[in-house]
């Protein structure tokens, strides 16, 4: 499977709502909290035109398109480091997702309740990071503790362990997330959640103008605090529109002026986020999407696509996408020489079309 990505936010700001419009998942969707308490997991297409316009040059009986997963987390509340609410399985569930994706709520409905009693997109943020931030400086004092006692021994690497970790401690204690702060790559084992790569998506009512009017100075004021990506959908929207069939739907949402759909949005920031590219094979009468982490080499490549593949490597065939577009066939990429013969560090490129030899 390729990269998880976690749905987080308050009870009721709709993460359930958005999962569904993003994976066609048919999650519970409901006006009280927790809703949803085991999390739910979807699969979403990721859209991308050149796998089609590939698939119609090589003409294949198959094209698989690359997928991201989606994981609904229960909601989370005040007091969720110390176990409150759903705390403990929601820090848990965390942990298991590649990036976190955080709902904040922007829409004012008298049927769906809110936490706080307050539409107040900011404060949201801050309570669900707080406990994200407990959560951490319980897991780093735990380190620190075990660390220290250890370090008696006089050990250089051991001190600068409790030094490194000390300054750690000292950071979380001013707000500042794991992600924001450098020590914390010396550590790789040390697995904080705020770590994680943070997407934040403000759902909006389309129809609340007056509110929607200060998007602009929200958006930038979480990305400056919180030195993340941030985008607005509207999610209720988006679901009642997957009951339209394809054509339908682009047209429902462009003529409510959406112009890009919450997968689109979110798949392309999610990209950027996680940095990741995508790559493409085409034997097999099959054409496929892959996604790889952008800086893997083709040996990594082939590991994605198989242990055989990885374990047997012995060259590369690779070409970019442009160069079948232009010339309108692979025998004509091959034929001027275009198709490029590369080892395993070849570093792959987004949009490279790759055909593995390898011996098992």
């Not at 904080?192 to 609340?208: A, G, H, M, Q």
């Not at 790559?279 to 800086?295: C, D, M, N, Y």
Request: net charge negative; hydrophobic share 40%.
């Amino acid at each position: 499977m390729g990269f998880n990505c976690g749905i987080v936010g308050l009870p009721n700001a709709g993460k359930s709502t958005i999962f569904n419009a993003l994976t066609k998942a048919g999650a519970q969707t409901a006006s009280y909290p927790f809703c949803t308490i085991e999390p739910n997991t979807g699969i979403a297409k990721v859209p991308d035109e050149r796998l089609d316009k590939i698939a119609e040059i090589v003409k294949p009986d198959k094209v698989v398109p690359a997928t991201l997963q989606f994981t609904d987390i229960a909601g989370l509340v005040k007091g969720a480091s110390k176990g409150e609410g759903l705390g403990n399985q929601f820090l848990s569930h965390i942990r298991n997702v590649d990036a976190v994706m955080h709902i904040l709520r922007a829409f004012n409905d008298e049927n769906i309740t809110h936490s706080y009693n307050e539409i107040n997109p900011l404060k949201d943020a801050e309570i669900v990071n707080t406990e994200l931030l407990l959560a951490d400086l319980q897991t780093v004092e735990k380190r620190l503790d075990k660390a220290k006692t250890s370090a008696k021994s006089g050990d250089k690497r051991l001190r600068q362990l409790v030094e490194d970790l000390e300054k750690i401690k000292m950071e979380i204690e001013r707000g500042v997330s794991a992600r924001n702060i450098p020590e914390v790559s010396k550590i790789p084992d040390l697995f904080l959640l705020t770590r994680k790569p943070v997407l934040y998506v403000i759902n909006i009512d389309e129809t609340d103008t007056e509110r929607n009017k200060n998007l602009e100075n929200l958006i930038s004021e979480i990305q400056l605090k919180e030195k993340s990506q941030a985008i607005t959908i509207c999610g209720k929207l988006e679901e009642e529109a997957l009951e339209l069939e394809e054509d339908e739907r682009k047209e429902f949402l462009k003529e409510m002026g959406i112009n890009e759909s919450a997968l689109e949005k979110i798949i392309k920031s999610g990209y950027s986020l996680l940095d990741l590219i995508t790559f493409f094979t085409t034997r097999s009468k099959e054409v496929r999407a892959w996604t790889i982490k952008r800086g893997a080499t083709a040996y990594d490549a082939a590991g994605k696509i198989h242990t055989d593949f990885q374990r047997g490597f012995i060259k590369a065939e690779i070409y970019p996408y442009e160069d079948l577009i232009k010339l309108g066939s692979e025998h004509l990429v091959r034929e001027k020489g275009l198709m490029k013969l590369e080892g395993k560090e070849y570093v792959v490129k987004d949009g490279d079309i790759i055909h593995f030899k390898f011996n098992v």
